[in-house]
């Protein structure tokens, strides 16, 4: 029997595959070379999950892989151009960063009610100054998307204390944990009584500047704003403002239309404005254990057993089963 040829979009460092020693024939590519493997590739590995080049690659000529995998949650960067093959089956990450990014904001959160920037600033100072900050347990959330790593962002928050409302795309009642999913259009509504606002929906056409001057306008002025989504969910110029102008009382981003964040970017100095490298889900050993949620399902695909976290081209991301 012939080995099935996985192509991998490389990154640094490589995906330890060796258990598929034997197995498969393992093509490296880099951006500059992957077109030409394509067609010859029987599965993809998008390791490199920050490049466009899979999607740029794509509408050449010849087969394509029938199975391509990304190790992240968002496949933004692999449609549309992959819708035009329906014979190939995208899956993802699903899994594998919701309790890293929970943790994340939850820490985000503590930080800033309980002004720790503020209090190492002080101490670089040498100066004590007593303040008083605020209280997380009874405050209220509203976490903007309902899968897997919105759902652990939500429990994660009312287990601080924090009143959480979930909104993803429809609405649904009797959940198990929030009782309400709100849906999409419900969100303005919401805004006005949340001291949290948390962003970790897909990136689809509808989410795509959700979070623009009207938004942040009706957040009220206590409120703080976090997105571990993706950054265009944000309109950046718009959420500027409403930190300079002290509308809303903070956020943290981390994730941004450009990254890397130019260092020219004059989001660096927004006061009240909280930057990271899209990191909130990259705790040490986080490459191994994609590589290993890609080698599980690659024995599920070896043995024509269906395949976990498989994406909805046409919703952009994997359907929710709770």
Known sequence: MTEPCL?????????????????????????????????????????????????????????????????????????????????????NARGVFD??????????????????????????????????????????????????IGRAVGRTLKALGVSVELVGRTERTGDP??????????LHGLLGDADWVVCVAPLTEESRGMFDAAAFARMKPGAHFINV??????????????????RIAGAALDVFADEPLPSESELWDVPGLLVSPHMSGDTIGWR????????????????????LNVVDKDLGYVPSTS
Do not use: C
């Open 229 to 246: 989504g993706r950054g265009q969910h944000v309109v950046e110029k718009d959420l500027k403002r409403a930190l300079v102008e002290h």
């Open 7 to 91: 192509l991998v979009l490389d990154a640094d460092p490589l995906p330890r595959l060796d258990r598929l020693s034997g197995r498969a024939r393992i093509v490296h590519a880099d951006e500059n070379t992957l077109a030409e493997h394509l067609p010859a590739a029987d599965v993809l590995l998008v390791w490199d999950f920050l490049s466009d080049a899979v999607r740029e690659a794509w509408p050449g000529g010849g087969p394509r892989p029938r199975w391509v995998h990304t190790p992240s949650a968002g496949v933004d960067r692999l449609l549309p151009e992959l819708s035009a093959s329906p014979d190939t089956v995208i899956t």
């Open 177 to 186: 944990d929030f009782g309400k999913v709100h849906a999409g259009d419900a």
């Open 288 to 307: 191994d254990d994609l590589a290993e949620q890609f080698l599980d399902n690659f024995d599920r695909w070896e043995a024509g057993e269906p395949l």
């Open 99 to 148: 309790q890293p990014i929970a943790e994340y904001v939850a820490g985000l959160t503590l930080a800033m009610a309980k002004d720790f920037r503020g209090s190492w600033e002080l101490q670089r100072q040498r100066r004590w100054r007593h303040r008083e900050t605020k209280r997380v347990g009874g405050t209220r959330g509203v976490v903007v998307g309902s899968g897997p």
